[in-house]
């Protein structure tokens, strides 16, 4: 029996380094600044749900199965720039919502700190990226659609935090006038 026959078996699909069957990554294969990502957004929601202290949550999450696998200068970075600097990316933030800030989900709320503060902070991680990353985590930890939020208020904020780069991509991706 040919492939071309109906009801002819296909072989087995191969398999992708790194990826499950829907595409997602495999969690052996995430990159130690992603991994941080997601020890900041835990520890980020410890701030916001329970307000503890800085201290006190890092020296509880640097504890946790697997974070020797982190940046952990990234993972400092994060959760520590974004508590020091919460109003501010509040105040970034707040103009994009279409609700009360105290509406947003600490997880959504915790992952758009983190995509504001890469942002203006992390220079050597694409826009793009900062994105992906930010919505992986929504996806990941948050509820069924947050990271359609995060999303939307990311992408918003983006050609206001990366202006340069932002305007650098879409020229590169806009399509030739006809004529030209």
């Known amino acids: ?76 970075a994060l959760l520590h720039g974004c508590i020091n600097t919460a109003e501010a990316l509040d105040a970034l933030i707040a103009p994009k919502l279409d609700r009360k800030m105290a509406e947003i989900s600490p997880i959504e709320h915790a992952a758009m700190w983190i995509g504001v503060y890469e942002f203006q902070h992390c220079l050597d991680v694409p826009w793009r990226v900062v994105i992906n990353e930010c919505i992986e985590l929504a996806k990941e930890f948050g509820g069924t659609d947050g990271h359609k939020y995060v999303n939307g208020v990311l992408n918003g904020l983006a050609p206001q935090l990366r202006a340069a780069e932002v305007a650098a991509d879409k020229s590169q991706a806009a399509p030739a006038a006809p004529g030209n």
Request: proline fraction near 4%.
């Open 1 to 76: 029996m040919s492939d071309s026959t109906p009801g002819a078996k296909r072989p087995p699909r191969q398999s992708r380094t790194g990826v499950t069957s829907t595409g997602a990554r495999k969690a052996g294969s995430k990159s130690t600044r992603s991994r941080a990502r997601e020890f900041a957004l835990q520890a980020l929601y410890q701030h916001l749900v329970a307000r503890n202290e800085a201290t006190a949550i890092d020296t509880f999450t640097r504890d946790l199965a697997g974070f020797h696998k982190a940046d952990s200068a990234h993972y400092d």
